[in-house]
């Protein structure tokens, strides 16, 4: 139930007010702090309780092998899986001979905050040891958004009422005992047992040093650590290191108002081709620079670079406190994700913990980087470019299921193919559109030619080739991609994906225009008129699948004539489905796991309004709508947006809702894992896209807004062509202000208007025309809310 609520509701933080260590493991994702290089689990500073443990670096993976019970051709040989590195969080307190152990003793106070605005997550905590020694600790700790490398934590603890001997034991910590995968959920991530063979080791005065090699995928890891100690005189200090740990312990004897403070700052890089030596002297060149910035001033350039993200991104919403807060949630944690990625993936769950094995998805592009594109455009540049770095194995892999141009891998840490099931892997082309679509949205929300050029064109033309050679023309002319799985995960291997045929369209006169505009670059990758003719035709010519007796578009050819799911006979506790029913019988039966032809109908929007119209729309939702059973998070906001579209209001709050509290709530009971990024960055896309009503797949920006009755007030910032436009929405006006840039043309449902700087414009928003409320799958309706 949504309405279980395990954190206040504060505008701007995220504060556990009590702890329950039997979800510790859940709050450790949602107190994570990561830059999208360097990533910390929001474990307990002492290290123990944990649920799981959790320091990454965005592309660290070891390599295994991957099972089959009967090999094929073609099939992945190797998989990938992210690694826990070098833990530099902790921090041991021994309390008058006794560990700081929070499941021994009384825990008088225990609380944590996760401040959105300053990037830090704070605790405060008051402990009474089991021989009656009472101390109250503080941290607050950070990942830095400025200095790459750097992730930094204060410490302080003070005696409560009596003189007490602390000792405090910093840490850096490698091949940490990790607990296995909850179940048989194919979600969890596997755990690998002591991933890091050990190069070096260094404790000397307050500085502590290792470096560890992955044993398969050849790379090299460093983490050092410096500390600042402030205590009464007779503190001490001694150091020492072993192979997988180095230790900074520290003694001092407390008086009442004594304090020990502990400012650790700690240094994270890694590298598959540089030296050992190379590697230690980056993270201590690292660490100077931080050292220079000092505690202090890290926190003042966390604020800073908030303050500027916060200006151009915030989304405010009045009427519904708890979708203010996820929101804001969310935004922060897709920009933590990828804010300093450079030319690394973004993973379905970020760097705050190991699910789906620290994999990336198509996801990325199609949920993740639109919000990045309209308010941190850079990153969402830079999680092309690696995709581009990734071209060699994309190229290889075509080749190998005999294609030309290049097939993107359906889920991966460094490029190549990670999943061993085909018909969810392989199959799944639709990926290769859904970079280019991400391609195409940046371009025309940045008016980046050097980016197009460098970058975008290598990117389209490839994956056009690909869909050139996937897809065969009929007797009659027709284009079909025959065989390929969608967004749908309940559907696999079937002829004529309405998402894919449209995404693959698009991606075909996208790189047809692209070489156009750059001709040289066209002429770079070997790209002549007839190629690019082909692929005109061959868009033009594109099968969209439709039920003339039942006036809708099809999920794929034949999908509306397949047997219904026997939703009726379908428990509550059989979801979802693919964890309690073979794929076999999933496959054949007209059931949907995540929005598929509802995609479509939010990515491809300019097409089905030049080819259809609302009511079209409208039928079509309330046609997959009973269908949908929403085991995917990425669901409910793609429904969210063409419910608000199709004038089901209510509905479209209720599917933002269940969106925005996806971890929070913890709705899909896998928080644990890591949180669900794309599903964050959907809470976004179902304010901005579904109640701000905002497409820009056609090169234009136009707005449709509509608010359900709960909501007062929606408003929201975006950067769009060097300009940054505010849109604030009520019941029955719309305004949009340019905050800067010159005149913006946009369009108000069907009004072109001009916006100018200063000079705000406000249009009355019309009331969406009522239809019948869509039906639900038994049980599987939107969560309470």
Known sequence: MITQRAYAVEPWTVREH?????????????????????????????GEPHGLPGSYLNGVHELHPLPYAEAG????ESGQTVINVTNGKVLRLLVD????????????HHERTLDLRRGVLERVCEWTSPAGSTVRVRSTRLVSLTQRAIAAVAYEVEPVDSRTRVVVQSELVANESLPGPDGDDPRAARALKSPLEPEEDLAQGHRLRLVHRTRRSGLRVAVAADHVVDGPERTTTGCESNVDVARLTITSVLEPGQRLRVEKLVAHGWSGARSRPAMSDQVEAALAAAAHSGWQGLLDEQRAYLDDFWARADVEVDGDEEIQQAVRFALFHVLQAGARAEGRAIPAKGLTGSGYDGHAFWDT???????????????????LRWRQTTLPAARERAAQLGL???AFPWRTIEGSEGSAYWPAGTAAFHVNADIADAVVRYVQATGDERFEHDTGVELLVETARLWRSLGHHDDRGA???????????????????????????????????ACKRHPDRAAELGVDEEESAGWRDAAEAVHVPYNDELGVHEQHAGFTRYQRWDFAGTRPDQYPLMLHFPYFDLYRKQVIKQADLVLAMHTCAAWFEQFSDEEQIARNFAYYEPLTVRDSSLSACVQAVLAARTGHLDLAHAYTAEAALMDLADLEHNTRDGLHIASLAGT?????????????DDGSLRFAPRLPPRLRRLAFTLRFLGRCLRVEITADRATYTLRSGPPLTIRHHETELTVREDAAVERPVPLPRPRPAPEQPRHRGPHPY
Do not use: K
């Open 18 to 46: 009590s702890l329950d260590l039997d979800v510790l493991a859940q709050s450790e994702s949602v107190f994570a702090l990561s830059n999208g290089h360097v990533g910390w689990r929001g474990n307990l500073d002492e």
């Open 73 to 76: 051709y073609g099939y992945p």
């Open 97 to 108: 001979d006794e560990p700081f152990d929070l499941r021994y003793g009384r825990l008088v």
């Open 365 to 383: 592009e199609v949920f993740v980087l639109p919000l990045l594109i309209c308010t941190v455009p850079g990153a969402a540049a830079e999680a």
């Open 404 to 406: 030309r141009g290049a």
């Open 479 to 513: 284009f079909h991609i025959d065989g390929v799985t969608g967004p749908d995960e309940y559907s696999a291997v079937a002829d004529d994906n309405t998402y894919t045929n449209l995404m693959a369209r698009a991606n075909l006169l996208a790189a047809a225009d």
């Open 684 to 696: 976004w896309t179902a304010l901005v896209a579904g109640f701000g009503g905002m497409r820009w």
